[in-house]
């Protein structure tokens, strides 16, 4: 079972084994990477906040008490970081930067599919269209969708993740695809754009 | 359908769509799901959504992530000493320790030798006090002015002043 593998190799970490470190490391950092990509929008900054997960989780291999799953802590980690990263960004010139820039890689990507085929072009629209929905919502809206949605995390570990009850993210959750199911009505309605 | 209830069922309507619910409320919500239209399109939507937001493709960490962080954690392990806490956070309490008892030292041996400086200053000035008074006395009994002869007279009526001797037998000094 994954969970007890995690636990497994982060107790061998406590007690000095790099290699289950290493093994930790090559499982999560996809999810990892791919969840803050989600939450940030950019990957060199979702890189360097999953880096810092990775450290953090490593410094504190000494105080580590399996209470919980492993990604619940790891999740933990990632979300608090992701939330401050979002609040520095809403609170700093870079942010606008940062959508310049994202602006610009979505240009570049539209050029290149110009050149590409019809379908492409529309499955990135599509695309945009979805992540520009997610990303409206709240943070911890936003929060909870990308981990009950993409990272596969239940209803319990969220909570202890976001360190609130059960119901409140069950609610929480309910208003998040709620408003989803209202932004998105064209996709779902007409299946294509 | 009384509103209280509505509202119960559409809060679970998303988690029922995606078969999240334990198997006594998904029983009690498709009894409502089958006889309520809205909610039957509601719940076809909610699928529809879930297929829809899986088109939010995930993107791979760079080639270089795993050697980062590997790099990462090599840079904080060689930094790293006793139970995880690094060098600096073990040395820096030693120094300041090392810095104190130092301090304090320094501290009571100045202390000390101002207290030994002060005691001989001490013992100097009164020294050379008591040797200036003396001084001085001396000085005032060297200079006594000597009798003369009608000063003589004068104090010849002291009995005790008459022994003195005369002007011509004066004290050499």
């Known amino acids: 079972m994954a969970m007890d593998q995690d636990l497994e190799l982060m107790l061998r970490v406590r007690k000095g084994d790099s290699e289950s470190f290493e093994v930790l ?19 060199a900054l979702a890189e360097d906040l999953a880096q810092e997960v990775f450290l953090r989780v490593y410094q504190a291999r000494h105080r580590y008490q399996p209470e919980a799953r492993f990604t619940t802590w790891l999740y933990r980690i990632a979300t608090n970081l992701a939330l401050n990263a979002i609040r520095d960004r809403k609170g700093s010139p870079a942010g606008l930067h940062f959508e310049n820039r994202e602006g610009e890689s979505e240009a570049a990507k539209v ?33 909870a969708v990308i981990l009950h949605k993409y990272q596969g995390v239940d209803y319990r570990q969220i909570a202890r993740v976001l360190g609130v009850s059960e119901s409140a993210v069950k609610s929480l959750l309910f208003r998040a695809y709620e408003s989803l199911r209202a932004r998105l009505e064209p996709l779902l309605k007409e299946g294509r754009l | 359908m009384m509103d209280q209830e509505k509202c119960w069922i559409r809060e679970q309507l998303f988690a029922y769509a995606s078969h999240l619910l334990e198997p006594r409320e998904a029983d009690s919500v498709r009894l409502h799901v089958e006889q309520c239209d809205e909610c039957l399109r509601i719940v076809a939507e909610f ?127």
């Not at chain 1, 950092?29 to 990957?43: E, H, N, T, Y």
């Not at chain 1, 290149?112 to 911890?140: F, G, Y």
Request: proline residues 3%.
């Open chain 1, 25 to 43: 490391l090559c499982r999560h950092r996809a999810p990892l990477v791919s969840f803050f990509i989600r939450m940030v929008r950019d990957q």
């Open chain 2, 47 to 173: 699928q529809r959504l879930d297929t829809v937001l899986d088109e939010w493709k995930a993107v791979a960490p760079s080639g270089a992530f795993g050697a980062r962080v590997r790099a990462a954690v090599a840079s904080r392990q060689s930094h790293t000493t006793f139970f995880g806490l690094r060098w600096t956070q073990v040395l820096a309490p030693v120094c300041l320790l090392v810095l104190m008892v130092t301090t304090s030292v320094i501290f009571l041996r100045v202390r000390k030798a101002h207290k030994l400086n002060n005691g001989s200053t001490q013992t100097t000035q009164i020294q050379n006090a008591s040797a200036g008074q003396a001084e001085e006395e001396l000085t005032l009994y060297q200079n006594l002015p000597v009798l003369e002869d009608e000063d003589y007279d004068m104090l010849a009526d002291f009995d005790v002043l008459s022994e003195l001797p005369r002007g011509d037998n004066k004290v050499a000094n």
């Open chain 1, 111 to 143: 050029a290149d599919s110009q050149q590409a085929a019809d379908q492409q072009m529309m499955q990135r629209e599509r695309e945009r269209l979805i992540r520009h929905a997610v990303e409206s919502l709240p943070d911890k809206q936003c929060a």
